[in-house]
């Protein structure tokens, strides 16, 4: 059984900081690219950062680029996401998830963890 567990959520002012981890269980992480996305209320859920299979090639999207960083240590099977600078409009619930190499497809999410920024 395949097992994504977000830790790291809260509640924190604008301008700061927090650290969302996700280790994973029951696949073979290292053949797997890793990722978090984000769902706001009355939103659509959104891609924020990748990372690949070896650590490489990390991408994000624009708006936050430069404040948040996505980091994987495949000895622990786990996903980090530093999130620096942040903005009320950071707010959400942030899921990690797993995309299989060969098919490219997002095969497995956690349940997520809100992170909300106050003004």
């Known amino acids: 059984q395949v097992r994504l567990v977000e830790s790291g959520g809260g509640l924190v002012q604008a301008g700061g900081s927090l650290r969302l981890s996700c280790p994973a269980s029951?696949?073979?992480?290292?053949?797997?690219?890793m990722g978090w996305f984000r769902q706001a209320p009355g939103k659509e859920r959104e891609f924020v950062a990748a990372i690949s299979w070896s650590g490489g090639n990390p991408h994000y999207t624009d708006s936050v680029k430069g404040r948040f960083t996505i980091s994987r240590d495949n000895a622990k099977n786990s996903v980090n996401l530093q999130m620096n600078s942040l903005k009320p409009e950071d707010t959400a619930v942030y899921y990690c998830a797993a995309q299989s190499l060969i098919t490219r497809t997002w095969d497995y999410w956690g349940q997520g963890t809100q992170v909300t920024v106050s003004t």
């Open positions: 029951g696949l073979p992480f290292n053949m797997y690219a």
